[in-house]
């Protein structure tokens, strides 16, 4: 990322329109069409949303997810999904997105997507999404930005005032505070039978559980706060509003008519048109308030919120007086107030701090302290001090905070009983600790606290989640509350429940607590998994922590394989889906691993020219791996820029072969085969791909490349043989390499000549001359050199098939290195 205001080096483009036009998706298209990128969302649930979307693409080895308490960050990502205030600004990308810019309106978050449109850009393209309204300020702030109208994709009508039993399936009621939505959500389950709850303060853990519940129809009807109006992709039909009015921190406000038409856009997804009204204890919208929210039309942003990011830190006071200067451009209005702010001023004035805040390193730690969020949002005064606790312990010392003080902070959290109220506090409370843990500096034995905040965090979202299963969901709690038990034996079980059989199937799965595990638990530790946690063999079965979970089935080609869980019936539709989607991305990531890491999907983007466009393909339908006549001629068409960057991917160019280096690797080459045999629907020949060697006759007439290797004479040798040979036999000394392989491969003397003849290296003949010149001599005291060209015995193994590593005794430290290419 680019941070300087002036930057011009980067095409800015802002795509600006309502909701449901597509803006989100063509930015992620964008994005992978880039080597790196990074897109900032406005809530941590969207971004959780984006990442699967992504990874669900990429694989999860390539994407790394950053919001202020859940970071998934793999050791070399290409792609950050964040939210906006956690977009790492240090790190430049070639791509930069951010959502749903006009929150740089927003009185309290406003200026942090202030300073992401003045300064956050991509080394070569920025987007900027949002609402229409945002036209005259981009124009007026980055006047060599492409500005782009977004059109709708469905149309969405008023439908008027509806009882609650009158909504129709597929519908989502919108309240603005906790109470009234788990009022609504009791009454609805009453009329229905079920619903699903979605408020901005569930852990993404319960939110995904919530809304997979709903996506997978089993419950029809979704209760929730204005959290679902900032891109949750969400299958509705219709919008009801339970009030227009909410409470946003400072004073009971009626909502704005833009503020109502992001909300009531979340119906209608993609083509299919959507409505939207009241609850029929409200009055009907006014005429003018409907024709706008259905046309789209809205008053333009005039002023952003501003915030000074130029601090000094010579002192509290300084420090809050550059956080209080004036902006010097009319279309910015300082910031009134900001938790952090307040916090500041607050703790300026206690005696102890200002005793310790005397320098700079110190007065920005204060800084940084008074930035950990207060997710309870409940007295000012009981968040203040935990500000002046942590900020004291971090400034004497050490310089981190005592353990025993943790734990004495973090241990109550850790309990799952209560109701919703209850837990809804826990939750709040401990994703204050799992922000702070995750400030690595501050902790002794950081990873240590992030696991354990995670597990509490983890513990108390699925503890939520069967809560508001059990109140608003009766029928379905009997069904997601079920414990995972063992068996004895199939006969034994006396059930043939589908539950029975998955308890059968997956063992005994015990919790953290050493309790038996609910679905949605065992769901959810599937989903977190990394790629390590999953086993697949050589024909596609993938198992869990040592339990088969799926497998891979045929797709289209050998890069789109399907997957089928091994037990489908067992599972309620919404963990089906989630698990399904963690197991794209995990097929996704098998793929990667087959084409040595190479990014095909972004060199295949619009940006890139034909000749790369058209060398990627062909590569990602190689696996990585491709002939030189088929590579050729698009090889010859790129400019040295290109090329040079494809090396720097790990292209290389071989005698035969044009490949990605690690497509060759060990691991990479039997990914290959595994996808090879699925795709053909049989077993990889035998020998495949740990025998460098093989008779072509065990091939059984399949195609040897797809497999990764290359019939030369009367043998298939492994592609990264034939490479190395190749590369041996350009060498100008390449002679003794060459012998040491040959050795190695254990060739009869004919199979070798013809190899290296058609490799293009010395083919026998000027040993068979010097045969010739010896049959004319007398015969010596000592045994005749009867060794051929590459020293061998010119008739070793005449009479034997062609040899392959791990065949035979003698082997040498050469031959393991082969098996170990």
């Given at each position: 990322?680019?941070?300087?205001?002036s930057s011009?080096?980067?095409?800015?483009v802002a795509?600006?329109g309502?909701?449901?036009?597509?803006?989100?998706?063509r930015a992620?298209?964008r994005?992978?069409?880039h080597?790196?990128?990074?897109?900032?969302?406005?809530?941590r649930?969207?971004a959780?949303?984006?990442?699967?979307?992504?990874?669900?693409?990429?694989?999860?080895?390539?994407?790394a997810?950053?919001t202020?308490?859940e970071?998934?960050?793999?050791?070399?990502?290409?792609?950050?999904?964040?939210?906006?205030?956690?977009m790492p600004?240090?790190?430049?990308v070639d791509f930069?997105?951010v959502?749903?810019?006009?929150?740089?309106?927003h009185?309290e978050?406003?200026?942090?997507?202030?300073?992401?449109?003045?300064?956050?850009?991509g080394?070569?393209?920025?987007?900027?999404l949002?609402a229409?309204?945002m036209?005259?300020?981009?124009?007026?702030?980055?006047p060599?930005?492409s500005?782009?109208?977004?059109?709708r994709?469905?149309?969405l009508?008023?439908?008027?005032p509806?009882?609650?039993?009158?909504?129709?399936p597929?519908?989502?009621v919108?309240?603005?505070s906790?109470?009234r939505v788990?009022e609504?959500?009791?009454?609805?389950?009453?009329?229905r039978?079920?619903?699903?709850v979605?408020?901005g303060?569930?852990?993404p853990?319960?939110?995904?559980?919530?809304?997979?519940?709903?996506?997978?129809?089993?419950v029809?009807?979704?209760?929730?706060t204005?959290?679902i109006g900032?891109?949750?992709n969400?299958?509705?039909?219709h919008?009801?509003?339970?009030?227009?009015s909410?409470?946003?921190?400072?004073?009971?406000?009626d909502?704005f008519?833009?503020?109502?038409?992001?909300?009531?856009?979340?119906?209608?997804?993609h083509?299919?048109?959507?409505?939207?009204?009241?609850l029929?204890?409200?009055?009907?919208?006014?005429?003018?308030?409907?024709?706008?929210?259905?046309?789209?039309?809205?008053?333009?942003?005039?002023?952003?919120?501003?915030?000074?990011?130029?601090?000094d830190?010579?002192?509290?006071?300084s420090?809050?007086?550059?956080?209080s200067?004036?902006?010097?451009?009319?279309?910015?209005?300082?910031?009134?107030?900001a938790?952090?702010?307040?916090?500041?001023?607050e703790?300026s004035?206690?005696?102890?701090i200002?005793?310790?805040?005397?320098?700079?390193?110190?007065?920005?730690?204060l800084?940084?302290?008074c930035?950990?969020p207060?997710f309870r949002?409940?007295l000012?005064?009981?968040?203040?001090a935990?500000?002046?606790?942590?900020f004291?312990?971090?400034s004497?010392?050490d310089?981190m905070?005592?353990?025993?003080?943790?734990?004495?902070?973090?241990?109550?959290l850790?309990d799952?009983?209560?109701?919703?109220?209850?837990l809804?506090?826990?939750?709040a409370?401990i994703?204050?600790?799992t922000?702070?843990?995750?400030?690595?500096i501050?902790l002794?034995?950081?990873?240590?606290?992030q696991?354990?905040?995670?597990?509490?965090e983890?513990?108390?979202?699925?503890?939520?989640?069967?809560?508001?299963?059990?109140?608003?969901v009766?029928?379905?709690a009997?069904?997601?509350?079920?414990?995972?038990?063992?068996?004895?034996?199939?006969a034994?079980s006396?059930?043939?429940?589908?539950?029975?059989r998955l308890g059968?199937?997956?063992?005994?799965?015990?919790?953290?607590?050493?309790?038996?595990m609910?679905?949605?638990?065992?769901?959810?530790?599937v989903?977190?998994?990394?790629?390590?946690?999953?086993?697949?063999?050589?024909l596609?079965?993938i198992?869990?922590?040592?339990?088969p979970?799926a497998?891979l089935?045929?797709g289209?080609?050998r890069?789109?394989?399907?997957m089928?869980?091994?037990e489908?019936?067992?599972?309620?539709?919404?963990?089906?889906?989630?698990?399904?989607?963690?197991?794209?991305?995990?097929?996704r990531?098998?793929?990667?691993?087959?084409?040595?890491?190479?990014?095909?999907?972004?060199?295949?983007?619009a940006?890139?020219?034909?000749?790369t466009?058209?060398?990627a393909?062909?590569?990602?339908?190689?696996?990585?791996?491709?002939?030189?006549?088929?590579?050729?001629?698009?090889w010859?068409?790129?400019?040295?820029?290109?090329?040079?960057?494809l090396r720097t991917l790990?292209v290389?160019?071989?005698q035969?072969?044009?490949?990605?280096?690690?497509?060759?690797?060990?691991?990479?080459?039997e990914r290959?085969?595994?996808?090879?045999?699925?795709?053909?629907?049989s077993?990889?020949?035998?020998?495949?791909?740990?025998e460098?060697?093989?008779d072509?006759a065990?091939?059984?007439?399949r195609?040897a490349?797809?497999?990764?290797?290359?019939?030369?004479?009367?043998?298939?040798?492994?592609?990264?043989?034939?490479e190395?040979?190749?590369?041996a036999l350009r060498?100008?000394?390449?002679a003794?390499?060459?012998?040491?392989?040959?050795q190695?491969?254990?060739?009869?003397?004919?199979a070798?000549?013809r190899?290296?003849?058609?490799?293009?290296?010395?083919?026998?003949?000027?040993?068979?001359?010097?045969r010739r010149?010896?049959?004319?001599?007398?015969?010596q005291?000592?045994?005749?050199?009867n060794?051929?060209?590459?020293?061998?015995?010119?008739?070793?193994?005449a009479?034997?098939?062609?040899?392959?590593?791990?065949?035979?005794?003698?082997?040498g430290?050469?031959?393991?290195q082969?098996?170990g290419?």
């Amino acid at each position: 990322m680019n941070s300087s205001p002036s930057s011009r080096s980067s095409v800015v483009v802002a795509e600006l329109g309502p909701t449901n036009t597509g803006k989100t998706h063509r930015a992620i298209d964008r994005m992978l069409e880039h080597d790196t990128g990074m897109i900032g969302l406005p809530l941590r649930l969207l971004a959780r949303e984006v990442y699967d979307r992504v990874t669900a693409r990429v694989g999860e080895g390539r994407v790394a997810l950053m919001t202020g308490e859940e970071k998934r960050l793999p050791p070399r990502p290409d792609y950050w999904i964040c939210t906006v205030e956690a977009m790492p600004t240090d790190r430049p990308v070639d791509f930069l997105a951010v959502d749903e810019i006009q929150l740089a309106a927003h009185r309290e978050r406003g200026h942090v997507f202030t300073d992401r449109l003045l300064h956050a850009r991509g080394r070569r393209e920025t987007w900027f999404l949002g609402a229409d309204t945002m036209r005259p300020m981009v124009q007026a702030l980055i006047p060599h930005a492409s500005l782009k109208r977004a059109t709708r994709l469905s149309q969405l009508r008023y439908s008027g005032p509806r009882s609650l039993k009158s909504l129709p399936p597929r519908s989502a009621v919108v309240a603005f505070s906790a109470d009234r939505v788990y009022e609504l959500a009791e009454s609805l389950r009453r009329l229905r039978g079920g619903v699903a709850v979605v408020l901005g303060a569930l852990s993404p853990r319960t939110r995904n559980a919530q809304v997979a519940m709903y996506q997978a129809g089993e419950v029809q009807y979704l209760v929730a706060t204005d959290a679902i109006g900032m891109g949750l992709n969400l299958d509705l039909n219709h919008v009801a509003f339970a009030a227009l009015s909410k409470y946003d921190g400072a004073e009971q406000r009626d909502l704005f008519p833009d503020e109502l038409a992001q909300i009531a856009g979340r119906a209608g997804r993609h083509l299919n048109d959507g409505s939207f009204g009241t609850l029929n204890t409200l009055p009907e919208l006014p005429p003018r308030l409907v024709s706008a929210i259905e046309s789209h039309r809205f008053p333009a942003v005039r002023s952003l919120i501003w915030r000074n990011a130029t601090l000094d830190f010579s002192s509290p006071e300084s420090l809050l007086d550059s956080l209080s200067r004036a902006p010097n451009h009319n279309a910015f209005v300082r910031v009134q107030r900001a938790d952090d702010f307040d916090a500041l001023r607050e703790l300026s004035h206690v005696p102890a701090i200002r005793e310790v805040a005397t320098d700079r390193a110190t007065v920005e730690l204060l800084w940084q302290v008074c930035q950990i969020p207060d997710f309870r949002k409940g007295l000012f005064g009981q968040h203040l001090a935990l500000l002046r606790e942590t900020f004291l312990q971090l400034s004497e010392g050490d310089g981190m905070l005592e353990p025993t003080w943790l734990a004495r902070q973090v241990s109550p959290l850790d309990d799952v009983s209560g109701d919703i109220h209850t837990l809804m506090d826990r939750l709040a409370a401990i994703r204050i600790w799992t922000y702070i843990s995750h400030r690595s500096i501050w902790l002794h034995d950081a990873e240590q606290w992030q696991e354990r905040t995670r597990r509490i965090e983890d513990a108390l979202g699925d503890a939520l989640h069967e809560r508001l299963v059990e109140r608003f969901v009766q029928r379905a709690a009997r069904r997601s509350a079920r414990r995972f038990v063992r068996a004895a034996t199939p006969a034994s079980s006396g059930s043939d429940s589908p539950f029975a059989r998955l308890g059968l199937l997956l063992g005994e799965v015990s919790g953290a607590d050493g309790s038996a595990m609910t679905e949605e638990q065992f769901v959810q530790r599937v989903v977190d998994a990394t790629h390590d946690a999953f086993e697949v063999d050589a024909l596609g079965n993938i198992s869990f922590e040592g339990q088969p979970l799926a497998r891979l089935v045929r797709g289209t080609d050998r890069r789109s394989p399907q997957m089928a869980l091994a037990e489908p019936e067992v599972w309620t539709g919404g963990a089906r889906r989630r698990l399904e989607r963690r197991l794209v991305a995990l097929a996704r990531d098998l793929v990667t691993e087959a084409m040595g890491g190479f990014p095909a999907e972004a060199l295949t983007g619009a940006g890139r020219s034909p000749a790369t466009r058209g060398l990627a393909y062909r590569l990602a339908e190689g696996l990585g791996v491709i002939s030189q006549g088929e590579a050729r001629e698009q090889w010859r068409l790129l400019d040295d820029e290109a090329r040079a960057h494809l090396r720097t991917l790990g292209v290389r160019e071989g005698q035969r072969f044009l490949y990605v280096a690690e497509a060759l690797a060990p691991h990479a080459l039997e990914r290959r085969c595994m996808l090879t045999a699925l795709l053909h629907q049989s077993p990889s020949p035998k020998g495949v791909p740990r025998e460098p060697v093989l008779d072509v006759a065990e091939l059984d007439g399949r195609n040897a490349r797809a497999f990764g290797y290359e019939v030369i004479g009367p043998v298939a040798l492994r592609i990264d043989v034939v490479e190395r040979l190749g590369e041996a036999l350009r060498q100008p000394h390449g002679a003794r390499q060459v012998h040491t392989l040959m050795q190695e491969l254990r060739l009869e003397s004919g199979a070798r000549t013809r190899v290296l003849r058609e490799l293009g290296g010395p083919s026998g003949g000027a040993a068979t001359k010097k045969r010739r010149r010896r049959r004319g001599r007398k015969p010596q005291a000592t045994a005749p050199d009867n060794r051929g060209a590459q020293g061998q015995p010119a008739n070793a193994g005449a009479s034997q098939k062609p040899r392959r590593s791990g065949a035979g005794e003698g082997e040498g430290e050469g031959r393991g290195q082969i098996e170990g290419t």
